[in-house]
């Protein structure tokens, strides 16, 4: 990270990349993907986001960092030691519901409104139940994913799945989509109608 991300890094920030490394977390978000995130959620005053994926809150401090005070995010994770460091480093913050649940089940049973920005960082809304995610995304709303470049932490498989979800996205109506070869390599939708319509 260089001086000048330095000087616009959430403060919470350098605190979550030690307890990274001291518990030996072989997938935190890159911070060009947060800064990306806090820059799209800043787009949408009053808006109300979603992280599937919660880890160690990196990604999550970022889009804290460029919300106003009127929006809310959900961030979920089925890891209840993630979750409850979250809730530690994110003490007080009230725009913020964490949440220690199976992702599907979640998905699967969701009644409350639409997002304006859904971060998936879990296969979770990405190989599994990707419509239902999609469903749940506002008209102009932003869809973001990462770790589409094949990295060396990556487990057997991963780069199968990674080309199969690239297809589906792709083939969707409704979305238009930019896949660029940046950072962990990301994919930004937008919906631009009615999901499948």
Not at 67 to 93: C, P, R, T, Y
Request: negative net charge.
């Amino acid at each position: 990270m260089n001086a000048l991300n330095m000087l616009h890094t959430p403060a919470v920030y350098p605190s979550l990349l030690e307890q990274s490394e001291a518990r030996g977390f072989t997938m935190p978000s890159d911070s060009k993907v947060g800064s990306m995130l806090r820059t799209l959620v800043a787009s949408k005053p009053n808006g109300i986001f979603l992280e599937l994926g919660t880890g160690m809150g990196l990604s999550l401090a970022w889009m804290l960092d460029g919300m106003d005070s009127n929006s809310k995010m959900i961030s979920l994770d089925s890891d209840m030691e993630l979750v409850d460091l979250a809730k530690q480093n994110f003490f007080g913050e009230n725009r913020l519901e964490l949440l220690c649940v199976d992702g599907e089940g979640w998905l699967s049973g969701y009644k409350g409104p639409n997002f304006d920005l859904i971060f998936a960082d879990s296969w979770t809304g990405k190989d599994s139940l990707l419509d239902s995610t999609l469903n749940l995304l506002n008209v102009g709303g932003f869809y973001v994913i990462d770790d589409m470049v094949e990295q060396p932490n990556w487990p057997e498989g991963h780069g199968e799945k990674a080309k199969t979800l690239i297809g589906d996205l792709e083939s969707k109506r409704g979305l238009k989509i930019t896949n660029m070869d940046w950072s962990t390599g990301v994919i930004i939708a937008v919906k631009v109608d009615e999901y499948g319509k």
